[in-house]
């Protein structure tokens, strides 16, 4: 069962809970990085106010271990503000008596950002009584938060146990585009995988050896694969207990696992970087970046692939003199011919910061969440959507 659009949908004059991911970069003064998943929601947004809905938007922002200033969502609202040139009203709740009466107050068309949702441990913990509270606030239920769709939290997977749940128009394209990928990609299907989180990512990567022709590492997950083979990784972050499942994933696919040859290795990012073999790192050296051979190397698979999906760069393209590769490989892949689906919320960031988005045939909003799918795996929030109940 498949499910069902706000566009498909009877939501004319509802008050409607949408739940968004706004979980956007902060830097170090907390100020916003980025706001593409602000505009990604914004379709369905004025869609709802067209419809003369009252919207109420609930997002996480960050992972807060308790109210932090830097995670409240009054500057969320105030930049959907700036973007749809209309006026977002804020709480600092999103549950309880105080937030229903704000709710109670809005008129046709009116939006209210709600606080962060994950000030409330009970989000992370899918704490029935949770859901059930914020659900009390609204008609129905809107999933537009394809990037967390993997996160079995009470606003994601709860909420629509007690409300009809309805999708996004952006998520059905995220359902739609990154489905392709999974079921019937134009072959060559080359998967180019890098970034930090190994643990998260390595089940996803199992999965996408049986549907992908090559999958190609780089950025910090290449070390622990690396280190699988015996190679010397130096001071590299390796997560000792995925060794193991990464050997096995070499053994099971030789030939279609690609670890990049070379990388850009220093003692810290102010000493003296030089380049070696990724499987000859000195002790007192971590890999960075990876190499011009490696670039090459991965610049040749893209061009001959027919399909690529991109999730994490290729290093520490944070500091520039780490960046070279991700800024390059985007150009190859910008400039290439191959149909192009990036996802992940640095990957993206590197390709935004060079101006390529544009000749991206599609940027994912999701990271973890895109993986996932990619990968053929259930994304929970999804599952809890199509088995919610039916609006009126
Ligand atoms: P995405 O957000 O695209 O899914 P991740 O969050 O998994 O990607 O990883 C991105 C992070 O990985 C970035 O902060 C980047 O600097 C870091 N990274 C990639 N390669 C390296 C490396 N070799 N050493 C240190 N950090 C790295
Ligand atoms: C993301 O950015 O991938 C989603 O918003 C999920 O955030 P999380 O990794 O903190 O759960
Ligand atoms: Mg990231």
Do not use: F, S
């Given at each position: 069962m498949d499910c069902t659009s706000i566009a498909n949908?009877?939501?004319?004059?509802k008050t409607v809970l949408v739940r968004v991911d706004f979980n956007e970069p902060l830097d170090d003064k907390g100020r916003l990085v980025s706001d593409y998943r602000i505009r990604a929601a914004i379709p369905t947004i004025s869609y709802l106010r067209k419809k003369n809905c009252r919207i109420l938007l609930l997002t996480h922002l960050g992972r807060p271990k308790n109210r932090e200033k830097r995670f409240r969502t009054a500057k969320l609202a105030a930049r959907l503000s700036e973007l749809i040139k209309t006026r977002v009203f804020h709480t600092t709740d999103c549950i309880g008596a105080h937030t229903l009466l704000e709710v109670q107050k809005l008129g046709p068309k009116d939006i209210l950002m709600l606080e962060n949702v994950r000030f409330y441990p009970e989000e992370k913990a899918n704490d029935k009584l949770f859901a059930k509270q914020l659900s009390q606030l609204a008609q129905a239920y809107v999933n537009e938060a394809f990037s967390n769709c993997h996160r079995k939290h009470a606003s994601m997977v709860g909420v629509p146990q007690f409300l009809p749940g309805l999708a996004g128009l952006r998520l059905i394209e995220e359902l739609d585009v990154l489905g392709s990928l999974l079921n019937r990609p134009k072959r060559p299907f080359v998967a180019l995988l890098g970034g930090a989180k190994v643990y998260s990512k390595i089940d996803v990567l199992k999965a996408l050896l049986k549907s992908a022709d090559k999958v190609l590492i780089g950025g910090a997950m290449l070390f622990t694969f690396v280190k699988a083979q015996g190679g010397s990784v130096g001071k590299s972050p390796v997560e000792d207990d995925k060794i193991d499942l990464a050997r096995r994933l070499l053994q099971s696919y030789p030939g279609k696992i690609i670890l990049a040859p070379d990388v850009v290795a220093a003692?810290?990012?102010n000493s003296r970087a030089v380049i070696v073999s990724s499987s000859a790192i000195p002790s007192t050296h971590a890999g960075f970046d990876v190499g011009p051979q490696t670039v090459e190397l991965f610049s040749k698979s893209v061009k001959s692939s027919k399909t690529l999906f991109w999730n994490g760069?290729?290093?520490?393209?944070?500091?520039s003199k780490f960046s070279k590769a991700t800024n390059q490989i985007s150009r190859v892949i910008a400039k290439s011919k191959t149909f192009s689906v990036i996802g992940g919320g640095d990957s993206a960031t590197a390709v935004h910061r060079l101006r390529l988005a544009k000749n991206i045939d599609f940027m994912s909003t999701g990271g973890g969440a895109a993986l996932t799918l990619v990968a053929g795996l259930e994304l929970p929030a999804v599952t809890a959507l199509r088995r919610s109940k039916k609006i009126k």
């Open positions: 949908a009877n939501v004319k004059n003692k810290d990012k760069p290729l290093g520490w393209y944070e500091v």
